[in-house]
Nanobody
Framework: QVQLEESGGGSVQSGGSLRLSCPAS???????????MAWFRQAPGKEREGVAA???????TYADSVKGRFTISQDKDKNTLYLQMNTLEPEDSAMYYC?????????????????WGQGTQVTVSS
């Protein structure tokens, strides 16, 4: 019902910024208003963790570790989810994934999301 493909990852130095994008493709009758979206990340040897989520009404939720540095947003006309990441730290290095679900909005739990992209790598050097 929805396909996701992340882009925008790369290598930056500590303190730098990146913007991740996740355009979505929907199968009729589903559309951008059907789903809630979120960003997750997974570092080597660690569990996948929630970073930020956005509900159908635009309400946002952030993990404590990224509050004030990351911003999740959505352009419904372009069917695209974004994650603006500022003041990046080496601890932010991970594979970043976008996710979607039609029921669970605002949650940062992996199990709440049915659809996932393939991920984009973010590496922050000190």
């Amino acid at each position: 019902q929805v396909q996701l493909e992340e882009s925008g990852g790369g290598s930056v130095q500590s303190g730098g910024s990146l913007r991740l994008s996740c355009p979505a493709s929907y199968t009729y009758p589903y559309n951008t208003y059907t789903y809630c979206m979120a960003w997750f990340r997974q570092a080597p040897g660690k569990e996948r963790e929630g970073v930020a989520a956005i509900g159908k009404d635009g309400r946002t939720t952030y993990a404590d570790s990224v509050k004030g540095r990351f911003t999740i947003s959505q352009d419904k006309d372009k069917n695209t989810l974004y994650l603006q990441m500022n003041t990046l730290e080496p601890e932010d290095s991970a594979m970043y994934y976008c996710a979607a679900d039609s029921l669970w909005c605002g949650y940062l739990s992996v199990g709440k999301y049915r659809y996932w992209g393939q991920g984009t790598q973010v590496t922050v050097s000190s």
